[in-house]
């Protein structure tokens, strides 16, 4: 049984790890930032959950589980936040090289819309400028 | 002074706002699903879950609360356990499956990668469920919301690995497929009604194809 | 056993937090620096965890906690802020 748990402690740490590996090689390889962004969300959810899964069977102690799940569900809470704030604002100021896109179909509305300011709080689209659009 | 005779979808973007123009304070009854959760991570943060612990933790909660007002949420009053464990089981093997897949991309496709932004108008009227669906999207490797059209519940998001137009449509489906998930889940009495007939996209192909 | 596991997942961390620093020195842009620099977090509150494994102690535990939580505020103000230079 101890073997068995230590070889299961073995593979969730060496798989976490290589999330974070991956994020890296991501980080490289991949084209223009907005794909980048991609290869980072990964560490961030399976990567803790399987380092955090093996480094509580590894302690085997219980009074550590719940600090764990608050970490996970921290990170659950907080990564879609940067993600989204990185990525919206990278679109908005051209930061991200869009050629490496296959279809856009926000441009026509940011354009519309953030002929003024490329940041901040960028005003709500009303539907009626959307039926506009269209014409 | 918030014109009374909006149409309810614009309605909602004064929602924290009341007739009169007034900021909604949030009602304990309204508030004890945050309560419980800050008094579960006091207890957590301390590593000790005895009454006593727990009984600060409840005051020091009621404190914050209170010194730092925010709007209430606004829950629909639904919830059914079942779909949630199914939400949460389905989600980690998403979760699993796009991290294998966002990392073939990257070891082997490279700077090959190409991605869409792809607009995906969602069934729901409620914000709940439209910050939801954007926050379980982002968690998943391979898709994150860029912009939020709020008046008509449209995410734009960034999608990796999409290069036809058939793929988009797919994409799209499988958001669709989460709301559904979500809706199941937590949704209001009226969009689970009218959602619970669907099936999911792989069982809809599946009876198509014969 | 467990001395083995962790040298390989800190040389797996170790090329991870390289690729990150070269994205980091390479940019072209801040979005860029910030996205690199939030993965590096991740990175180093992985390193804390293998070393509270390593040596069976949980000290650490809080600054992991932290580090999940208070993560994203960086990267919120930065991207709250850059500008659109070539456009501006």
Redesign the interface.
């Known amino acids: 049984m101890e073997i068995f748990l230590d070889i299961l402690v073995a593979v969730l740490l060496i798989l976490g790890c290589l999330m974070s590996l991956i994020a890296g090689i991501g980080l490289l390889t991949f084209p223009d930032m907005l794909t980048r962004m991609h290869a980072a969300t990964k560490p961030q959810v399976l990567g803790f959950l399987l380092i955090f899964a093996g480094l509580a069977i590894h302690l085997r102690n219980w009074t550590i589980v719940p600090v764990l799940i608050v970490a996970w569900a921290m990170q659950l809470l907080t990564a879609p936040v940067s993600a989204h704030m990185i990525g919206r604002s990278g679109y908005r100021t051209k930061h991200a090289a869009k050629d490496t896109l296959f279809s856009d179909e926000l441009r026509q509305v940011v354009d519309k819309v953030s002929s003024g300011s490329a940041t901040g709080a960028i005003p709500v689209v009303d539907s009626q400028d959307h039926e506009q659009d269209g014409k | 002074m918030p014109n009374k005779n909006l149409a309810p979808r614009d309605q909602r973007i004064d929602d924290a706002l009341d007739t009169a123009g007034v900021r909604h304070r949030a009602t304990l009854k309204q508030e004890w699903p945050l309560l419980l959760l800050l008094v579960f991570v006091w207890g957590a943060l301390w590593q000790d879950f005895s009454p006593g612990n727990l009984l600060f933790g409840a005051i020091i909660a009621l404190v914050i609360v209170n010194l730092f007002p925010l709007p209430p949420v606004v829950l629909s009053g639904r919830l059914n356990l079942w779909y949630c464990v199914k939400l949460f089981a389905w989600f980690l093997g998403q979760v699993i499956a796009a991290s294998v897949h966002v990392a073939w991309l990257a070891v082997v496709r490279g700077k090959q990668t190409r991605s869409s932004v792809i607009a995906v108008p969602l069934r729901t009227d409620s914000d709940l469920i439209v910050m939801t669906v954007g926050h379980v999207l982002t968690l998943i490797p391979g898709s994150f919301v860029l912009d939020v059209d709020r008046s008509s519940s449209t995410l734009y998001l960034h999608y990796i690995d999409v290069d036809s137009a058939r793929e988009v449509e797919k994409a799209r489906e499988n958001i669709r497929d989460i709301e559904r998930r979500l809706i199941m889940a937590i949704g209001s009495q009226d969009e689970y009604e009218a959602i619970k007939n669907e099936c999911s996209p792989r069982v809809r192909r599946k009876k198509e194809q014969p | 056993?467990?001395e083995v596991?962790?040298w390989?997942?800190?040389s797996?961390?170790a090329?991870?937090?390289?690729?990150?620093l070269?994205?980091v020195v390479k940019g072209p842009?801040?979005?860029?620096r910030?996205?690199?620099l939030?993965?590096m977090l991740?990175?180093i509150?992985?390193a804390l965890?293998?070393e509270?494994?390593l040596n069976?102690h949980?000290d650490y535990?809080?600054f992991?906690?932290a580090a999940?939580?208070l993560?994203?505020i960086g990267?919120?103000t930065v991207?709250?802020?850059?500008?659109?230079q070539?456009?501006?």
């Open positions: 056993m467990i596991v962790i390989i997942c800190g797996l961390l090329l991870g937090g390289i690729a990150c070269i994205r842009s801040i979005l860029d910030v996205l690199a939030d993965v991740l990175i509150s992985a965890c293998l509270m494994a069976r949980t535990l809080l992991v906690v999940c939580t993560g994203f990267s919120v991207s709250r802020y850059v500008s659109d070539r456009n501006a």
